[in-house]
């Protein structure tokens, strides 16, 4: 590690990925300035539960020195997990016995304890980026949406699916998975929604045939956040008219018609307007070869169908390249060779991992591939 590090790192995305570069670099001495589109911290909902693998994760958080403030805000007894069938049949109940590798904490609460760990002005708020390129020197341009610029020998990419500074290194753009998701939340739900809590239970709870699903989650308070999947064309969506809430709710919960009522409740009672998120990719096995001075991380670099380890992978990323930079003082293309290196097996190897859990739980033999997969018969 050098004590004058020579390079200032430029990171676009304040996620939890590019924040998770941002403190291992700090905590390696090395400075850092992460760019974000939205106006402040908490200009936008962080999402749900998230639950942190002690495979990736966890390393991460080590990493960052922050695993004690993150067992501060996990929350106990939300690993259980449960599969109903169509007709609400229990198929499958494992409870929170408290041994699981996979705790719980919210998106919001783990976002907010990587920035509290970072120095005052490491996030400049407010800087979407319009447009990034290389310059005569070699440095990266990144232009904001205000006109304004700043130049960088190291540039790192952790802003997203839609990623701006992906271009500058590949040609791939995300495409649509076949599947989008439909979120709704009931609130206090253990007074307001008995019989919906109860199918729900303490955790997580699915019910899966081919082509969709019902899935929820017991956040605080009683609060059920639900994703209801469709394997639908985008077309499809649009049709069902989400500029108008009720319809869009009536048109969704008519594909579970002759589900039991305390299923459909999760669709036909939200007590939010139900938001649309269509399911993109990038090509499984993603990689770029070495442009000099830039590098993605998370999603920009390995957008993957959804498999609950997207925030983790994204952590492990930015603990790695925070790591390799200060394993390399003064020697960039040493440092992001080395990143990729792991990065491109590692996330490849994910992505068949996804499509796996993907075919288990929404292809042709669902809910029973993935009743086998909790078996260890997968």
């Given at each position: 590690m050098s004590s004058t590090p020579s390079t200032h790192v430029t990171i676009v995305g304040a996620g939890l990925g590019g924040l998770t570069l941002a403190r291992v670099l700090h905590v390696h001495g090395i400075p850092s300035t992460v760019y974000e589109a939205e106006a402040s911290a908490t200009a936008r909902t962080q999402g749900g539960l998230l639950d942190i693998h002690d495979h990736n994760g966890l390393p991460a958080l080590r990493e960052a020195g922050l695993e004690e403030e993150f067992r501060a805000i996990v929350l106990e007894g939300h690993q259980a997990t449960r599969v109903l069938g169509t007709d609400g049949a229990v198929l499958l109940d494992e409870p929170d016995d408290g041994t699981g590798g996979r705790p719980e904490a919210l998106r919001g609460e783990l976002r907010r304890m990587l920035l509290d760990s970072l120095p005052a002005g490491t996030v400049r708020w407010g800087h979407r980026v319009s447009g990034v390129r290389t310059l005569a020197d070699g440095t990266h341009e990144v232009a904001f949406a205000d006109g304004t610029t700043v130049t960088t020998g190291l540039l790192v990419g952790a802003d997203g699916a839609w990623s701006r500074v992906r271009p500058l290194l590949s040609g791939a753009v995300p495409a649509y998975s076949g599947m989008s998701y439909v979120e709704t939340y009931l609130h206090d739900a253990d007074v307001r929604h008995p019989a919906a809590a109860k199918a729900v239970g303490d955790g997580a709870m699915c019910a899966l045939v081919p082509g969709k699903g019902i899935q929820a989650h017991r956040e605080t308070s009683g609060t059920l956040h639900t994703y209801v999947a469709l394997s639908r064309p985008q077309e499809w969506f649009t049709a069902a008219g989400f500029?108008?809430?009720?319809?869009?709710?009536?048109?969704?919960?008519?594909?579970?018609?002759?589900?039991?009522?305390?299923?459909?409740?999760?669709?036909?009672?939200?007590?939010?307007?139900?938001?649309?998120?269509?399911?993109?990719?990038?090509?499984?096995?993603?990689?770029?070869d070495r442009v000099p001075g830039a590098t993605l991380l998370g999603d920009a670099a390995h957008l993957m169908i959804p498999s609950g380890e997207g925030a983790n992978l994204a952590m492990l990323d930015g603990a790695e390249l925070g790591k390799a930079i200060a394993a390399h003082p003064g020697d960039v293309e040493a440092a992001l060779a080395a990143y990729e290196r792991e990065l491109f097996p590692r996330s490849a190897a994910e992505a068949v991992d996804a499509t796996d859990l993907h075919e288990a739980m929404y292809g042709e033999n669902a809910p029973h591939g993935l009743l086998r997969m909790f078996a260890g018969q997968a």
């Open positions: 500029a108008d809430p009720a319809a869009a709710t009536a048109r969704i919960a008519a594909e579970f018609d002759g589900w039991a009522p305390e299923l459909t409740a999760l669709i036909t009672d939200g007590e939010t307007a139900p938001v649309l998120r269509p399911l993109f990719t990038l090509p499984d096995g993603h990689r770029w």
